[in-house]
């Protein structure tokens, strides 16, 4: 299982730009390698190489070929490997290795090359970027670093730990130039250097200090020192100079007083004063890039990316979305009783403050630390130095842990206790002996027990709370917060799960080739929802202590069965990533198709801005169409700019999709105003007494009236459907629903409004009820609409689809235990369904309420509300998907006091659009 958040996670160790300074590359610890638009720092695709457990598959560096076709990543894995990435496939093309390490990598600023340098007295290797033949070695000594001269010499310059700089001509069977640093040890140690933009000039920083010197190239030595008296309060981690030369930059750990860690830069003439660049990181800076552009771009520790202009003003700053876990000591992590509850900030310390119910599966703002949650205990035994990276002792002796101590929990009972550290989480005993040790990777900042001992809590460097069987160490459960929405997922090792609306996606499942040569797929959990969305698990797995047990348990419980893991396709569209440019309507793509589990893949499904636009968008695949091969589809695109995305389906299971924006360069055209086709279900009056409503059929009938009003405004013609109470039975509403998708052209819009009653079922599917719904366990799913059903008749529709669902819970008295209606699964299935936009008037299994001084349900109320006011359709007097999105949100949470939280779902290849408008 892999975190996929769309940000690293972890830090970035290795960051480079292409030649013309569009894109840049990124590679992180966390074992994923991205690549970012450098006009707005989008992220454009996600590479993955082959990686296991623990440290194989951790990135060291990355490089890119200067035309951006070729991408060389350096990894801890299967010892050390570079493996060469086609950049427009994303297929690993070559790997080399396996070595005893990953080295430091760069490609010649011709491309002709690919140099690498080790630590372990393997020096210098240099390939032909063909890889026709065997490198150019230079071995016997230790690399730290090394960098290319970009002038058009084809100078690479390497620092040593002999202390050393060695300057490599581009006739590399020549011996290098070399300088010796003065002074003694770790103190006279380059390690991070940069070439000047004409050559002239090699800057270099040191191991063990803050200073920056620089050597002529021509002389070879040293030429002088930059001021660095400003840089007490940190290291400097990296340098660089801009396009231009004039400026050099450094930045690391360096700190301000607000708590930021800044860039810093030099006037080059006369090694100038240091001026600080207002802005910077919220974690260390890990590495600094010249743009051809004229700006610089930085990454950090908590993976952070950003760019400044060439005027030194940010252009964008993508911060972390993991959780700042670092000071969750003392008072700053807190769990329930029986460890099923943390409390914890998700910003440094206990800044803004959450709580996370596992058993409600809730997750909530929470100023004050609840009363019955308890804080670590770190006073019951002698137990000091165990902050800041000690070395933590016990009755004035050493500890056996290592990797630097940064947390302590003490167990209830005094007989034991737990340290967190830079990679580890170690119990040991009274007396000091270790009991177990286990690794994530990765810091452990906070550390926290139940009160019976059982279990211990983590908070982790990569943004995670992880809960451990004290006993052994076992991991049984983890929960990641993806800070700036909120949405989140909990889920075990073995890969069951439950998230909040949108925010399944937050994992997946990253799967091997055969070999450490092979290029790995990665799966994210809604492809594969049927088998692990079980949030009955997650929800028993703190209470069984063992996952094998909880499944068990809750398949019991279900009258459910263990389930065959079937993974579905890949398809991959082989394009450059910057996208493609044409003024032509018809495009031709090229696509790739993969089928990890050998089954054959039956129909494709081609879609613009996330709608199907044309018949023709659903094929079944040609017996022609082969995997692992290069094959191509025609489609007609409109006047416009648009993404342009692909699904390969195995029966029903799709793919993930693959997508490419396509920029429009010729003529654009103004059409029409667009056509709403509305189906409005409302029921009230359901046969079964006890599920009867008040405003349910008003809601629809008050909704339909709302959308005529656009009529001349935003649409040009409204057309609705109106079925309430007995005449909304399954049957009626799936022949409309049918109906509806004849009826909607690619221009057109969708409107589907159901309020009534949902309820799950006890394998977790939701089931809207029509007004001759059963109860009966029998009979339920023959006398109620499918939410698969509503899924698939949506999903076919062409042009732009919104679905809105107002369903009360039907309550927990259903015949058979049917639970309250899991709003968040049925939710997160819409997000699937690439071309529709859901509004859930709820989520997880919150009610949604009605009353009669609302005169509508809370949802409804809201809607109404927003689409009559001019507030929130903004100044451009429209109402976009989010701004309603937020509207209701707003809205709902205010009426219902905190009990419902509406959610708005979507597919990623859907834009932002329009959805009514004032006049």
Not at 325 to 334: E, I, L
Request: net charge negative; with cysteine.
């Amino acid at each position: 299982m892999r975190i996929e958040s769309g940000m690293h996670i972890a830090p970035i160790v290795g960051a480079v730009t292409t030649a013309d300074g569009m894109l840049l590359l990124t590679g992180s610890t966390d074992k994923s390698v991205r690549l970012w638009s450098l006009q707005d720092g989008k992220l454009i695709k996600t590479f993955a190489i082959p990686s296991e457990q623990g440290y194989d598959g951790r990135i060291d560096d990355v490089s890119i070929s200067p035309d951006g076709q070729k991408i060389a990543v350096s990894s801890f894995g299967d010892g050390g490997r570079i493996y060469i990435l086609d950049t427009a496939s994303g297929a690993v093309t070559k790997s080399l290795g396996s070595f005893v390490s990953g080295p430091r990598i760069a490609f010649s600023p011709d491309g002709r090359y690919l140099a690498a340098g080790f630590i372990d007295k393997k020096g210098l290797q240099v390939w032909t970027t063909d890889f026709a033949g065997p490198p150019v070695v230079d071995a016997d000594y230790s690399i730290i670093n090394l960098a290319y001269d970009g002038s058009g010499s084809g100078r690479l310059a390497t620092v040593a730990y002999d202390n050393q700089v060695r300057l490599y001509e581009r006739d590399l069977t020549k011996p290098p130039r070399i300088l010796k640093i003065p002074g003694d040890g770790d103190a006279a140690r380059p390690v991070r250097l940069a070439f000047s933009p004409d050559g002239a000039l090699l800057a270099f920083t040191y191991e063990k200090s803050n200073r920056i010197s620089v050597i002529d190239v021509a002389q070879m030595q040293l030429k002088g020192q930059f001021d660095t008296a400003l840089l007490k309060n940190g290291g400097v981690f990296d340098i660089e100079f801009s396009a231009d030369g004039k400026n050099l930059f450094a930045a690391g750990s360096i700190m301000t007083t607000k708590q930021r860690y800044p860039l810093i830069r030099w006037d080059v003439a006369g090694l100038g004063k240091p001026v600080v660049l207002e802005g910077g990181a919220e974690e260390a800076v890990t590495g600094l890039v010249a743009t051809a552009t004229g700006g610089i771009a930085f990454v950090s520790a908590a993976g952070e990316i950003g760019l400044y202009g060439p005027d030194a003003r940010i252009v964008f700053n993508k911060s972390s979305v993991r959780a700042d876990m670092r000071m969750k000591t003392v008072n700053n992590f807190a769990v329930a009783q029986d460890g099923t509850g943390v409390w914890f900030g998700l910003k440094l310390g206990a800044k803004d403050p959450w709580r996370f119910d596992v058993e409600k599966l809730a997750f909530n703002a929470m100023p004050a630390r609840p009363s019955d949650y308890i804080l670590p205990i770190t006073d019951t035994l002698d137990i000091k130095n165990w902050t800041q990276s000690q070395q933590p002792t016990l009755n004035g002796k050493p500890v056996e842990v290592f990797a630097g101590s940064r947390s302590l929990s003490i167990a209830p009972d005094a007989r034991s206790f737990a340290i967190g550290t830079d990679l580890y989480l170690f119990r040991l005993d009274a007396t000091g002996k270790r009991l177990w040790m286990t690794s994530g990777g990765c810091t452990v900042w906070g550390v926290n027990h139940s009160a019976d001992g059982s279990l211990i809590i983590t908070a982790n460097d990569d943004g995670t709370i992880r809960w451990h069987r004290a006993s052994d160490g076992v991991e049984l459960l983890a929960l990641f917060v993806h800070v700036p929405d909120k949405r989140w997922i909990a889920w075990t090792p073995s890969g069951y799960y439950a998230a909040s609306p949108g925010g399944e996606d937050l994992i997946g499942w990253h799967i091997n080739g055969k070999s450490w040569n092979d290029t790995p797929s990665f799966f994210p959990a809604s492809l594969l929802r049927e088998k692990f969305y079980r949030p009955d698990i997650v929800q028993l797995v703190l209470k069984t202590k063992d996952v094998a047990a909880a499944v068990i348990q809750a398949n019991e419980a279900a009258r459910r069965k263990e389930e065959e893991t079937k993974l579905p396709a890949v398809v991959e569209i082989v394009s450059d990533p910057r996208g493609i440019e044409t003024d032509r309507p018809e495009l031709e793509l090229t696509y790739r198709l993969h089928s990890p589990s050998g089954r054959a893949v039956t129909r494709l499904e081609m879609r613009i801005d996330g709608q199907l636009t044309q018949a023709r968008a659903m094929q079944e695949v040609n017996e022609e169409l082969e995997l692992e091969r290069d094959n191509r589809m025609s489609l007609l695109l409109p006047p416009r700019d648009a993404v342009v995305s692909l699904t390969a389906f195995i029966g029903d299971q799709p793919s993930a999709a693959a997508s490419v924006p396509v920029k429009w360069t010729g003529a654009k055209l103004s059409g029409d105003k667009p056509k709403l086709y509305a189906l409005l279900v409302g029921v009230s009056a359901y046969r079964e007494p006890s599920l009867r409503l008040d405003y349910a059929a008003k809601d629809a009938i008050d909704v339909e009236a709302a959308l005529r009003a656009q009529k001349g405004k935003f649409f040009g013609d409204v057309e609705t459907v109106l079925l309430l109470d007995d005449k909304a039975d399954e049957d009626n509403i799936e022949i409309e629903l049918t109906r509806l998708s004849k009826k909607v052209g690619p221009n057109d819009y969708a409107f589907v409004f159901m309020a009534g009653h949902g309820v799950t079922d006890r394998r977790g599917s939701f089931h809207f009820l029509p007004a001759n719904a059963s109860l009966a366990e029998d009979e339920l799913a023959a006398k109620s609409l499918s939410g698969l059903v509503i899924r698939d008749n949506l999903r076919t529709i062409q042009g732009k689809v919104l679905f809105f669902m107002d369903a009360c819970n039907a309550g927990s008295g259903i015949a058979g235990g049917q639970a309250l209606a899991d709003m968040t699964g049925f939710a997160n299935e819409f997000a699937q369904a690439n071309g529709v936009v859901m509004y859930a008037s709820s989520t997880g299994r919150q009610f949604s309420y009605e009353k009669a001084e609302w005169g509508n349900g809370a949802f409804t109320k809201a809607l109404l509300a927003t689409l009559e006011d001019k507030e929130a359709f903004g100044g451009d007097g429209r109402l976009s998907i989010f701004e309603l999105a937020e509207s209701l949100g707003t809205r709902v949470e205010t009426m219902t006091e905190g009990l419902q939280t509406p959610v708005m779902t979507k597919s990623a290849a859907i834009p932002n659009f329009y959805l009514a408008s004032m006049q």
